[in-house]
């Protein structure tokens, strides 16, 4: 029998995250096991009045692709895909597997390669996303629950289907209300730190870092690109980074996992690496470019609801409580300039002795505002 929340999260995700206008034409892009979602939000474009259109992919291409490509084909830049990015109104791309750990054994020099290589078209991507108006583009990224990841979860399928759609509060009777309600209170977050010159993050886990956020335009994520969202961020001072980060969970990117991450900042650039699993693939892809050492992006989770670590960054990163930074390209609506094929999200954990400085005062202890009027745990 169907999931009646499937149809749920479609109609949130085309209707409020990306907002379908009629006359719209709207990209649907994923794996052939999110089939179901798939259908389901085709409908809704269809009955917003747009133009849906749908890239759907085996699994098998992408692994086929990295190992099998000759260094021509890994460079190429498909002229249609750029095409596509310049084209639609907005896009909604769905993450779902067969299998998280495909790419495991990929030279990550090849994966580096086709990162770079890439650039362009996500260069297009996030110059259009900053754009205003109706040259804005719009778009969503969502999990479709799966036995893979829900594996990766260590929970079972009904279990990691329940966690999913209770993290985009679609067990709401009006999730989009919901939303609203957290976005009012995340919004005064992002007022505060609009003013910030300084933020500073300390663990007793070794965690010392200090980054420079003066002038720079803190976002308010409130379910518009990220489905589930709940964050705060902005692109931090390209020159102003220093001190030490050590990651509480393990990072998640192209399929590979990198454990125990440590990264140490002078001048802005990450000047020491150390992992204690995925080491060489870290370094590549740290020297993937000159951008790729850089951060691009440092965030506050703010989604109280998701409390555990997945290996899904799409939720690790929003777990309310954490930090998550990321080497690599900046957004440039936040007025971050930092260029690079890279983009990689890695979360740290609050909860255990964590905090937060601002300006040389402390607004967070342990995970948790001091400010009782911005996003706060609430009781199980």
């Known amino acids: 029998m169907r999931?009646?929340?499937?149809?749920?999260?479609?109609?949130?995700?085309?209707?409020?995250?990306?907002?379908?206008?009629?006359?719209?034409?709207?990209?649907?892009?994923?794996?052939?096991?999110?089939?179901?979602l798939v259908v389901a939000i085709y409908r809704e474009i269809l009955r917003a009045g747009a133009h849906?259109?749908?890239?759907?992919?085996?699994?098998?291409?992408?692994?086929?692709?990295?190992?099998?490509?000759?260094?021509?084909?890994?460079?190429?830049?498909?002229?249609?895909?750029?095409?596509?990015?310049?084209?639609?109104?907005?896009?909604i791309g769905i993450w779902a597997d067969d299998n998280t750990k495909a790419l495991t054994n990929v030279d990550p020099k090849r994966q580096a390669a086709a990162s770079r290589a890439r650039k362009p078209i996500l260069d297009l991507f996030m110059k259009r996303a900053a754009k205003k108006g109706k040259a804005k583009l719009r778009w969503s990224g969502t999990q479709?629950?799966?036995?893979?990841?829900?594996q990766d979860a260590e929970m079972s399928l009904a279990e990691y289907e329940d966690?999913?759609?209770?993290?985009?509060?679609?067990?709401?009777?009006?999730?989009?209300?919901?939303?609203?309600?957290?976005?009012?209170?995340?919004?005064?977050?992002?007022?505060?730190?609009?003013k910030a010159r300084e933020i500073r993050f300390i663990t007793p886990q070794g965690t010392d870092l200090q980054l420079g956020v003066k002038g720079r335009h803190w976002i308010n994520c409130d379910g518009h690109e990220n489905f589930p969202d709940g964050?705060?961020?902005?692109?931090?001072?390209?020159?102003?980074?220093?001190?030490?980060?050590?990651?509480?969970f393990p990072a998640v990117h192209g399929g590979r996992e990198v454990h125990d991450i440590r990264l140490r900042f002078r001048n802005g650039r990450v000047?020491?690496?150390s992992a204690s699993k995925g080491e060489d693939f870290l370094i590549q892809m740290l020297d993937q470019d000159r951008g790729s050492r850089c951060l691009g992006e440092i965030a506050l989770g703010t989604n109280y609801t998701v409390r555990?670590?997945?290996?899904?960054?799409?939720?690790?990163e929003k777990i309310g409580g954490t930090f998550h930074a990321?080497?690599?390209?900046?957004?440039?609506?936040?007025?971050?300039?930092n260029d690079s094929g890279l983009h990689w999200d890695m979360v740290c954990d609050l909860r255990k002795g964590g905090r937060i400085e601002v300006d040389g005062k402390v607004i967070s202890k342990n995970g948790r505002f001091l400010n009782k009027a911005w996003p706060q745990p609430t009781r199980r």
């Open 3 to 36: 999931d009646p929340r499937i149809d749920k999260l479609a109609q949130v995700l085309v209707n409020y995250s990306v907002a379908a206008k009629k006359g719209d034409l709207i990209r649907i892009s994923a794996p052939p096991i999110a089939e179901p």
């Open 52 to 91: 849906p259109v749908v890239r759907m992919a085996p699994e098998e291409c992408q692994e086929i692709f990295l190992k099998d490509a000759s260094s021509q084909q890994i460079q190429y830049i498909s002229p249609l895909a750029m095409h596509e990015v310049e084209t639609i109104n907005a896009t």
């Open 144 to 150: 479709f629950p799966c036995q893979a990841a829900a």
């Open 163 to 194: 966690f999913v759609f209770a993290a985009g509060k679609l067990d709401a009777a009006n999730p989009v209300a919901e939303w609203k309600k957290l976005s009012t209170r995340q919004q005064r977050v992002t007022d505060f730190l609009n």
């Open 231 to 248: 964050e705060v961020f902005t692109g931090p001072i390209e020159d102003a980074t220093e001190g030490v980060v050590c990651y509480s």
């Open 271 to 273: 000047v020491d690496a």
């Open 308 to 316: 555990q670590y997945t290996r899904n960054t799409l939720f690790d």
């Open 326 to 337: 990321a080497v690599g390209a900046a957004y440039p609506e936040t007025g971050g300039r």
